[in-house]
């Protein structure tokens, strides 16, 4: 009787533990660590930014808004305020606000790639505030209601850059915006 209940409570234990796994794989590569199909995904690619493509959100991404503030950085770095400078101009980013009511973005990720990208200009500099600078640079993420376009969406991704002096009188303004094919998922 005891060799009965002993083998039912085993059995039992074993379809435990397999119902508890059937929704997860197992990565044998890090010694049997359980992963989930996503996270194993993620671990597959390479970088950040290729996950997120591949993720195909319905909505827009991180990434939608970072390359979108990468296209007006660079025609705001060529307009006539940065160029034929003799040294790199010192700028402080001050902010990155959403104002796009349906993203779920996540605005520290995006004010660290653009400040990256403003570093790896000719014409910037950008400092902390703990160093004197020339101008503070905001940047204001949202959507603009698009018309007469059949075959886009109704709302576009917007990247305003507004550029002030120290003394706050805005100098400058770039303004970009990614369109989306009606019912695709990915921003042009």
Same mark, same amino acid.
């Given at each position: 009787?005891?060799?009965?209940?002993? %083998?039912?409570?085993?059995?039992?234990?074993?379809?435990? &533990?397999?119902?508890?796994?059937?929704?997860?794989?197992?990565?044998?590569?890090?010694?049997?660590?359980?992963?989930?199909?996503?996270?194993?995904?993620?671990?597959?690619?390479?970088?950040?930014?290729?996950?997120?493509?591949?993720?195909?959100?319905?909505?827009?991404?991180?990434?939608?808004?970072?390359?979108?503030?990468?296209?007006?950085?660079?025609?705001?770095?060529? %307009? +006539?305020?940065?160029?034929?400078?003799?040294?790199?101009?010192?700028?402080?980013?001050?902010?990155? &606000?959403?104002?796009?009511?349906?993203?779920?973005?996540?605005?520290?990720?995006? #004010?660290?790639?653009?400040?990256? !990208?403003?570093?790896?200009? !000719?014409? &910037?500099?950008?400092?902390?505030? %703990?160093?004197?600078?020339?101008? /503070?640079? +905001?940047?204001?993420?949202? =959507?603009?209601?698009?018309?007469?376009?059949?075959?886009? =969406?109704? #709302?576009?991704?917007?990247?305003?850059?507004?550029?002030?002096? /120290?003394?706050?009188?805005?100098?400058? =303004?770039?303004?970009?915006?990614?369109?989306? =094919?009606?019912?695709?998922? %990915?921003?042009?």
């Amino acid at each position: 009787m005891k060799k009965i209940f002993k %083998s039912g409570v085993m059995m039992a234990a074993s379809l435990f &533990l397999l119902s508890c796994v059937a929704q997860q794989t197992i990565d044998a590569r890090r010694g049997g660590i359980i992963k989930t199909d996503a996270d194993l995904r993620r671990e597959d690619v390479a970088d950040y930014m290729t996950y997120l493509q591949l993720k195909k959100g319905a909505g827009p991404l991180d990434q939608d808004f970072i390359l979108l503030s990468y296209r007006v950085i660079r025609d705001m770095v060529q %307009s +006539d305020l940065f160029q034929n400078k003799p040294q790199r101009i010192k700028i402080a980013l001050r902010d990155v &606000l959403n104002y796009h009511p349906t993203a779920q973005i996540r605005p520290a990720i995006i #004010h660290e790639a653009i400040e990256h !990208e403003l570093m790896n200009t !000719e014409s &910037l500099w950008v400092t902390d505030g %703990s160093v004197v600078y020339d101008y /503070v640079l +905001d940047v204001e993420l949202g =959507e603009v209601p698009l018309r007469n376009d059949d075959q886009s =969406e109704i #709302h576009a991704l917007s990247v305003m850059l507004i550029l002030s002096d /120290v003394k706050g009188e805005q100098v400058g =303004e770039w303004f970009g915006f990614l369109k989306r =094919e009606k019912g695709g998922t %990915s921003w042009y």
